[in-house]
């Protein structure tokens, strides 16, 4: 988030202010790229919707999409070059110089600068902040943009006699290297290899001209060693619409269950957009959760295969994105912010798991990465598979509606048959540990007959709350408006949400009393009364917690997917795509919170979670339960999910949007403040909402100012203003109109404030 305390002030370029909506920052124009202009318009990253004009030094020229070094204020900073001026608005002598050109090619091309110029006006967020963010973070930094390169080596050609073994036994050894390779050149890590001491004893041979040395580029290629099954006539269908429309724009809702292929079928629309030498973009939820799903893109793709994520270190994730701009990459699997990788080639975009939250970015320049993805595909005219078993609700009303093509997969692949769901009551039941008798019952049912049990709780920790039997405190975070949870085996309370720690108390921290008692169930809880319940069982828990540790993630899933660990409990990481053959018992303990959540789209989440952890029970040959413990048997979104599935759930819940005039309905954006005290955000609020009513504007609703639903976080004060609009357009007109000069509010200099368009959450 920012901090819109910016002044203007001399020392600062001069800025032109810029009128959102009536004119893009960047016009497709090819007399822009002309490099002999004088002047050139950048971008840079700072919290001003604006541009700033600097003049080239003779010699000096720059393209758009390039990045400069600049003054800007004291600091020297790097921005990114958006058009070249003829003349500027400016007296020549009063501009600033650019300091340096540091990419003679645009390192942003112009579909990408486009798309983020759009992104720039729909999301209202700085300019300069959205292109810089496009960047992997090194070359925001100023780093070259240059693909990594190695050392070869090779034989020359023509008569040599060879080093003597006796007198240079390393130099002899290094050219028996040399020899057996042939044609093919040697990597200096082979050498390396050999002996720490073979730079001295190549050196000779190449004084010599027996070697020959090179540098090559570094490219990693991927070889296929596996192809996939034969596809059911849903796949089939899918996959020919799809690659039938390579070309030409077309979205496509690929609506599968869980467990019906929808891999597949994104698989060989990849292998055909390869064929007509394509690049393909795929989006995932999250790569580091996931592992399972590149290992099989590495084991089905033949070509330039990278991912971008953030579990990367800094070079390789530049050196990927590098390889995928200069149009290495044929395949670039990546989070969120690939989105925005420049694909010279791009032919095809898959969105893996459309619904999922972690595709919206949720500080800073908050888009939506499938929103992107959509404008980047229309533009480039390329297919793009939206693919899912739970659609997001905007998805599902679009699909409806004709602008995307819905390809059913109704079916599991092979012989696997649909997980039976069924409520579990618990209201009057012996609960022991938050889990029913009865479901104690199944799981030592499915552990008899050798299968695994999976229990979901959406919930780290031991209990998420400490309380005083005697006075009936809870402990607190100090910072947050939050109960602490309680870490059991660490001894630590933990805030969620702010990450401050402490030690579990050993008595009231209000009264004194020793009578503490831990209310509440997470995943440590579950796992530790199951433990006791099943000694003899190994217990697999995946949470953020358990996976900390390098590696850890990747031994947990192993011990689940190989049938060691017989109990997985989890959180929702559990539910994410994973594919674990020996499940066939799913409980959900904490389903009822999404019945009750205080967002708009907790229903629709709580839908999708079920739904998503439901589909990894039976998902081979045995049949798969799912028993989803509640006290709301009867409430009639729980039974439709259960008994007719999740179209017909999302239905239901779509109409009581329409009447609340909720997306995907109705537009809406949030207007966020916060501040060290509580007062401020309310009347900075205050503020934006009498500029947004004077005058008002009709089909535009202010809902607010409120304190945020949990109003202190990391010990500060937060509030929020409501945005309803009946078309996109005049929603849109109003944060145009409000960015414009929203930090000459008195109240402004106090708060930090942020605009999120499309919010995926209210908190
Ligand atoms: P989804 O992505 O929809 O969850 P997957 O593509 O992972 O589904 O497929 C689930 C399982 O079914 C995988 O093990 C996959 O190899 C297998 N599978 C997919 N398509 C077929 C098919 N046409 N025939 C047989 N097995 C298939
Ligand atoms: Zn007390
Ligand atoms: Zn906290």
């Not at 060879?162 to 890590?189: I, K």
């Not at 791009?346 to 619904?355: A, N, Q, R």
């Not at 020793?514 to 796992?527: F, K, M, N, P, S």
Request: glycine residues 6%.
């Amino acid at each position: 988030m920012f901090s819109f305390r910016f002044r203007q002030t001399d020392k600062y370029p001069l800025i032109k202010p810029f009128v959102y909506l009536k004119k893009p920052y960047i016009e497709r124009m090819s007399s822009s790229c002309n490099p002999t202009f004088p002047f050139v318009q950048v971008a840079v990253p700072t919290p001003l919707h604006l541009l700033f004009d600097y003049r080239l030094r003779d010699q000096q020229s720059a393209i758009p999409g390039s990045r400069v070094k600049v003054p800007f204020g004291r600091r020297s900073v790097i921005g990114i070059v958006v058009r070249g001026l003829a003349e500027s608005a400016y007296p020549a002598k009063k501009l600033r110089a650019v300091t340096e050109v540091l990419d003679e090619d645009a390192l942003l091309p112009e579909d990408v600068m486009s798309v983020l110029s759009w992104a720039s006006r729909y999301y209202h967020h700085p300019i300069g902040d959205v292109l810089c963010s496009a960047l992997p973070v090194l070359l925001r930094q100023g780093k070259p943009a240059a693909l990594a390169h190695r050392e070869i080596f090779r034989l020359t050609t023509g008569e040599h006699a060879a080093p003597s073994e006796n007198r240079a036994a390393l130099q002899f050894s290094l050219y028996n290297v040399l020899c057996e390779a042939g044609d093919e050149p040697v990597d200096a890590s082979t050498f390396a290899a050999l002996s720490p001491r073979w730079r001295s004893a190549i050196k000779p041979l190449i004084e010599k001209g027996v070697v020959q040395a090179d540098s090559s580029m570094v490219l990693p290629r991927n070889s296929a060693v596996e192809t996939g099954p034969s596809l059911v006539p849903e796949q089939q269908t899918a996959v020919d619409a799809i690659s039938g429309s390579l070309g030409s724009f077309a979205p496509f809702l690929l609506h599968g269950v869980t467990g019906s292929g929808k891999t597949e079928v994104y698989l060989r629309c990849l292998e055909a957009a390869l064929q007509q030498g394509k690049q393909v973009l795929i989006l995932v939820p999250e790569i580091a959760l996931t592992p399972q799903l590149m290992r099989r893109f590495q084991r089905r793709v033949s070509g330039c295969l990278v991912s971008l994520h953030s579990a990367m270190n800094a070079t390789e994730r530049s050196q990927n994105w590098l390889l995928a701009a200069k149009g290495h990459a044929d395949v670039v699997i990546g989070t969120r912010s690939a989105v925005l990788v420049p694909l010279p080639r791009l032919g095809l975009v898959v969105i893996d798991e459309e619904h999922d939250g972690s595709l919206k970015q949720q500080d800073g320049f908050r888009y939506h990465a499938r929103d992107l993805a959509m404008v980047r595909a229309r533009d480039r005219s390329c297919p793009i598979v939206l693919g899912t078993a739970t659609p997001s609700f905007e998805t599902m009303n679009n699909a409806a509606t004709g602008r995307y093509k819905e390809l059913p997969l109704t079916h599991r692949a092979g012989d696997a048959k649909p997980p039976v769901l069924s409520l579990l009551d618990i209201r009057r039941r012996p609960l022991i540990e938050g889990m029913s008798d009865r479901l104690f019952d199944a799981i030592g049912q499915h552990l008899e007959a050798g299968n695994q049990a999976l229990v979901f709780i959406n919930r780290r920790g031991f209990a998420p709350t400490l309380l005083c039997n005697d006075c009936g405190a809870c402990a607190d975070c100090r910072r947050c408006d939050a109960h602490m949870t309680v870490h059991a085996k660490r001894a630590r309370l933990r805030c969620h949400h702010c990450g401050s720690e402490r030690p579990v108390p050993d008595v009231c921290e209000s009264c004194g009393s020793v009578e503490l008692d831990r209310i509440g169930y997470g995943t440590e809880r579950i796992a530790a009364a199951l433990a006791e319940a099943y000694p003899d069982v190994t217990i697999a828990r995946i949470d953020r917690d358990s996976t900390r540790k390098k590696g850890a993630l990747q031994k947990q899933l192993d011990v689940a997917t190989s049938g060691e660990a017989k109990l997985l409990v989890g959180t929702q990481m559990l539910a994410k795509g994973h594919h674990f053959p020996g499940v066939t018992l799913v409980c959900i303990l904490d389903a009822d919170r999404g019945l009750f959540g205080t967002d708009f789209r907790s229903l629709e989440q709580m839908g999708q979670l079920i739904i998503q952890v439901a589909g990894r029970s039976g998902r081979e040959q045995k049949q798969g339960h799912v028993l989803i413990q509640t006290r709301n048997p009867d409430n009639p979104m729980m039974q439709t999910l259960v008994a007719e599935g999740y179209s017909a759930f999302a239905k239901i819940a779509l109409d009581d949007r329409r009447l609340a005039l909720l997306p995907p309905y109705a537009f809406v954006a949030l207007v966020r403040a916060e501040a060290p005290d509580a007062e401020s955000p309310m009347r900075f609020l205050r503020g934006v909402s009498q500029r947004l009513m004077n005058p008002p504007v009709a089909g535009v609703y202010v809902l607010g100012p409120v304190p945020a639903p949990m109003e202190r976080l990391g010990g500060r004060y937060r509030a929020q203003l409501l945005l309803q609009a009946e078309r996109r357009s005049l929603l849109n007109e109003c944060l145009a109109r409000l960015t414009v000069n929203l930090d000459t509010l008195k109240e402004a200099q106090r708060t930090r404030w942020s605009i999120d368009v499309d919010p995926v959450d209210l908190f």
